[in-house]
T-cell receptor
Framework: AQRVTQPEKLLSVFKGAPVELKCNYSYSGSPELFWYVQYSRQRLQLLLRHISRESIKGFTADLNKGETSFHLKKPFAQEEDSAMYYCAPTVAGGTSYGKLTFGQGTILTVHP | ETGVTQSPTHLIKTRGQQVTLRCSSQSGHNTVSWYQQALGQGPQFIFQYYREEENGRGNFPPRFSGLQFPNYSSELNVNALELDDSALYLC????????????FGPGTRLLVL
């Protein structure tokens, strides 16, 4: 079964501190991995995707196929990073095409 | 570029009733996915529509059904509502072939009494 685990429901850091949001997945085939974010009173939106190898708002995510992890990292957290973060794999073929499997989410709070 | 819109924003129904939720996809998108988000949980995939046909379904009973129209807008229908159907229903549109970057609507909050 396809499963995504975000072990921390809540994560609090101070401004300027490094932050790491953990994501472990159990997925058949070769999933593509995404991080979605929901800021207060805003809709769910894409933060970054592994295939793009991009850095958005200072966040990066490293895929470790051996550990089946896709942790989200930022070296210096900002107050505006406070939000709900979801890890979400998907696949590009078969009957599960485009189906995002969301973790339970991690609420990140960055204190001033 | 117009984003994904959903209607209504809120809805209250009683157990056993039927409900229809609507979604207008983002301009240029041909795929619509529906998700159910219970309180405190991540969104759960209900189904996806591409070219007006269901293209993948999550672990939801047949009383959850949908439609996609030629303009790529979509409806989610739920029959015989149960209390556990109370949730935020999210619609997401995407262009198939772009690694499924999905753009979400604001959601419809359904309360079943």
């Amino acid at each position: 079964a396809q499963r995504v685990t975000q072990p921390e429901k809540l994560l609090s850091v101070f401004k300027g501190a490094p932050v790491e949001l953990k994501c472990n997945y159990s997925y058949s085939g070769s999933p593509e991995l995404f991080w979605y974010v929901q800021y207060s009173r805003q809709r769910l939106q894409l933060l970054l995707r592994h295939i793009s190898r991009e850095s958005i708002k200072g966040f990066t995510a490293d895929l470790n196929k051996g550990e089946t992890s896709f942790h989200l990292k930022k070296p210096f957290a900002q107050e505006e990073d406070s939000a709900m973060y979801y890890c979400a794999p998907t696949v590009a073929g078969g009957t599960s095409y485009g189906k995002l499997t969301f973790g339970q989410g991690t609420i990140l709070t960055v204190h001033p | 570029e117009t984003g994904v819109t959903q209607s209504p924003t809120h809805l209250i129904k009683t157990r056993g009733q039927q409900v229809t939720l609507r979604c207008s996809s983002q301009s240029g998108h041909n795929t619509v996915s529906w998700y159910q988000q219970a309180l405190g949980q991540g969104p759960q995939f209900i189904f996806q529509y591409y070219r007006e046909e269901e293209n993948g379904r999550g672990n939801f009973p047949p009383r959850f059904s949908g439609l996609q129209f030629p303009n790529y807008s979509s409806e989610l229908n739920v029959n015989a509502l149960e209390l556990d159907d109370s949730a935020l229903y999210l619609c997401a549109s995407s262009f198939r072939g772009s690694w499924e970057t999905q753009y979400f609507g604001p959601g419809t909050r359904l309360l079943v009494l």
